[in-house]
């Protein structure tokens, strides 16, 4: 079983996963769909492509954007099969449980939370997230 804060304490550490985060694009479609959807929608990415024995794509099946499940397995290492066993200690070639697919949608899901609040609690995250070119555009502009 996943401890959840332990999982995501250990995951800031990297530079790698703490360098993705939800974009304004991802808060939007959190807010069109709620976030029973987003667990839903979560459940069956990892249930279609994490949790065979087998995965043809291994390493290569999840995008980093898209759908705000995505950043959050890059950002939690469950991404692929990889991953899981090297973060989580999940064995590879073995078919995920109902229990281990249920540990990994609530880790996505406490990511994907935080990300949420941080991104609506502060105004100078939603505008860089916006829109980092014109930003640097801006700034290079300025006497």
Request: hydrophobic share 35%; glycine share 2%.
């Amino acid at each position: 079983m996943l401890n959840i804060e332990d999982s995501l304490n250990r995951l800031k550490k990297s530079k790698f996963r703490a360098s993705f985060h939800l974009k304004k694009q991802d808060i939007d479609y959190i807010n069109s769909k709620g976030f029973e959807t987003i667990r839903t929608h979560c459940f069956d990415f990892i249930s279609q492509r994490l949790a065979p024995e087998t995965i043809l794509n291994d390493g290569k099946q999840t995008p980093t954007h898209g759908h705000p499940v995505f950043p959050a397995q890059h950002a939690c290492a469950c991404c692929c099969r990889g991953c899981l066993s090297k973060w989580h200690k999940i064995k590879p070639n073995r078919k995920l449980t109902i229990e281990q697919i249920n540990d990994i949608v609530n880790l996505l899901m406490a990511w994907i939370l935080n990300e949420y609040n941080n991104f609506n609690a502060n105004p100078k995250i939603q505008k860089e997230k916006t829109n980092k070119k014109s930003a640097q555009l801006n700034f290079n502009f300025i006497d």
